[in-house]
């Protein structure tokens, strides 16, 4: 039994690992630039910019990080 959750254990080891090494290498294009999205909701927070275009990338790149869309937030944001 002892060694049954030791395999379980070193097997859910190695997997976490895999997965968060590949996340770390960067699975997104950074190339690709973010355009804005239609119909992404009313999501709004005021932030210190005069351009009305930065205050909606801002907007949708919330929006999308409450949306688990985190590649995407991260273009919006940027």
């Given at each position: 039994?002892r060694?049954?959750?030791?395999?379980?254990?070193?097997?859910?080891v190695?997997?976490?690992?895999?997965?968060a090494a590949?996340?770390?290498?960067?699975t997104?294009d950074?190339?690709?630039?973010a355009?804005?999205?239609?119909?992404?909701?009313?999501?709004?927070?005021?932030?210190?910019?005069?351009?009305p275009?930065?205050?909606?990338?801002?907007d949708?790149?919330?929006?999308l990080v409450?949306?688990f869309?985190?590649?995407e937030?991260?273009?919006?944001?940027?």
């Amino acid at each position: 039994m002892r060694n049954r959750w030791a395999i379980c254990l070193l097997g859910s080891v190695i997997f976490c690992a895999g997965a968060a090494a590949q996340n770390m290498h960067g699975t997104t294009d950074e190339s690709k630039a973010a355009r804005l999205l239609e119909g992404m909701g009313s999501l709004h927070h005021p932030i210190s910019t005069s351009s009305p275009e930065a205050q909606r990338y801002f907007d949708q790149g919330l929006t999308l990080v409450y949306a688990f869309n985190h590649d995407e937030a991260v273009r919006s944001f940027r």
